[in-house]
């Protein structure tokens, strides 16, 4: 058990729906990153986020966004789902900002129908 | 731009010794990562190199060249649970990580 928690677990959704992602940290990490995963492909980095500001941005598209709380959990919003959308989430988090080692949630599958 | 190269799959035997090579251009170099993921599970972390040389971690190795962007993973003794996918990745000059398409390793019996 890595210590970060990602809720749901699976989602399931029709195309041009909204969804919402959860992630908490590892206690004390105040790093955040999201990372997409679709079947049997590498993970692509998305977002990074540090004690509640952005800190870096990759493959992320217009139609998604994120934010950090206060309290250090994170949210990825989805929205106007695809098809190409449905992949495996995964929420990872680290001590500092400078990505040192990151520990990886447990993932929440989206399909997307 | 930023590369890391790994093959995509490998096959070997229980019991047996594998390399699993990893190549990168990447714009700085600030610390080279591997991380095991089981299918349909999270990454976890299994070594980290900065300098050149072999860290030893029980019965897993991880090499780095940094004159020659090359990183390879020892798995000795190999195990059936051993069967995963390794991921190579590199901190870049911002400190950001480049994660490499990772490599399927299959063992046989």
């Known amino acids: 058990d890595s210590g970060v928690t990602q809720t749901p677990k699976h989602l399931i959704t029709a195309t041009g729906q909204r969804v919402t992602l959860r992630c908490s940290p590892r206690s004390g990490d105040l790093s955040v990153y999201w990372y997409q995963q679709s079947l049997d492909q590498g993970l692509q980095f998305l977002i990074q986020?540090?004690?509640?500001?952005?800190?870096a941005k990759g493959n992320i598209l217009e139609r998604f966004s994120a934010q950090q709380f206060p309290d250090l959990h994170s949210e990825l919003n989805l929205s106007s789902l695809e098809l190409g959308d449905s992949a495996l989430y995964f929420c990872?988090?680290?001590?500092?900002?400078?990505?040192?080692?990151?520990?990886f949630g447990p993932g929440t599958r989206l399909t997307v129908t | 731009g930023q590369n890391i190269d790994q093959p995509t799959e490998m096959t070997a035997t229980e019991g047996a010794i594998v390399q699993i090579n990893c190549t990168y251009q990447t714009s700085g170099f600030n610390g080279l990562f591997w991380y095991q993921q089981h299918a349909g599970e999270a990454p976890t972390f299994l070594s980290y190199n900065v300098l050149d040389g072999l860290e030893e971690k029980g019965r897993f190795s991880s090499f780095l060249s940094r004159s020659k962007g090359y990183s390879y993973l020892l798995l000795k003794e190999l195990q059936m649970k051993d069967s995963a996918s390794y991921l190579c990745a590199v901190k870049d000059s911002n400190y950001q990580l480049i994660w490499g398409a990772g490599t399927k390793l299959i063992i046989k019996p």
């Open positions: 986020y540090y004690n509640g500001e952005e800190r």
């Open positions: 990872a988090s680290s001590t500092g900002q400078a990505s040192g080692e990151q520990y």
